[in-house]
């Protein structure tokens, strides 16, 4: 493999030029998954937040592979084109995939972590993958980012949908769910309008919880879940996993 590793350096390929499977700078399953496991075992993640976890990592297999490192990594299907390969770090033996079909011909580089330790990694391809799958259904995130341009945020639309204003409560202000849980589906007449949703989350403006760690986002996203359900007006707290995703650190930082 380290003849492969010297060609890959010398031939001045980067990880976006596709290289045929019987090129002889093509690594196998069995070969990516030994050189992986020797070069990432034991990299200590401690400290980084998800981002830059991702990224040291990747940086990492670039390096074990003899590939430069990009100046940036572009958001392609798979990340890593030119070996055909996508790279995920698991806590966890729950494997999601965002937004895509599993892809057959596809390998899919599975790096364990445990106490900010890589410590295995396993290479499957597609084929091998789908047959664990035993839903079907494709796992869908959306992402936003909202940058506020002063202190409080903004509320950038005043009025709900026509199709939606129908089912709010006409005189929101003092309502709550008393009886209600944050995870029932809406009832007509029972839901917050736009503009109340936003003066009751305005309370959250300055508000301080313990951080849990720097890479403890779902943690992290529960306690401001747990906070959102407060002053929206319900008295407990209740979460199903279908809460979307909220960045604490760009909305409270």
């Known amino acids: 493999m380290k003849d492969k590793v010297s060609g890959i350096k010398a031939s001045g390929l980067t990880i976006y030029d596709p290289i045929p499977i ?13 050189i992986l496991q020797e070069g990432l075992r034991r990299f200590s993640t401690a400290g980084m937040p998800i981002r830059t976890r991702s990224k040291e990592v990747k940086t990492r297999v670039c390096q074990i592979l003899g590939y430069p490192v990009p100046q940036s990594f572009a958001k392609t299907q798979p990340r890593f084109p030119g070996q055909d390969f996508d790279t995920y770090i698991q806590k966890s033996n729950n494997l999601q995939i965002w937004n895509e079909e599993i892809t057959p011909t596809r ?27 035993t839903t079907g259904t494709l796992t869908q995130k959306f992402q936003a980012r909202f940058t506020p341009t ?26 709550s769910f008393v009886s209600e849980m944050p995870i029932d589906y809406p009832k007509p007449g029972r839901v917050l309008g736009i503009s109340e949703v ?11 919880f313990d951080d849990p760690g720097r890479d403890q986002e779902r943690n ?34």
Request: hydrophobic share 35%; with cysteine.
């Open 198 to 208: 936003y003066i009751r989350l305005q309370k959250l403006v300055g508000l301080v």
């Open 107 to 133: 390998r899919y580089v599975l790096i364990k972590e445990e106490n900010s330790i890589l410590t295995r990694v396993r290479v499957i391809n597609g084929l091998e993958l789908a047959r664990l799958d």
């Open 22 to 34: 019987d090129s002889p700078l093509y690594f196998s399953n069995t070969e990516l998954e030994q």
């Open 150 to 175: 002063g202190n409080g945020g903004k509320l950038l639309s005043h009025d709900d949908t026509t199709n939606l204003a129908p089912y709010t409560i006409s005189e929101g202000a003092g309502a």
């Open 220 to 253: 992290r996203g529960a306690l401001l879940h747990q906070e959102v359900c407060r002053v929206l007006g319900y008295q407990t707290y209740q979460d199903n996993g279908q809460f979307p995703d909220v960045g604490s650190a760009e909305f409270l930082g």
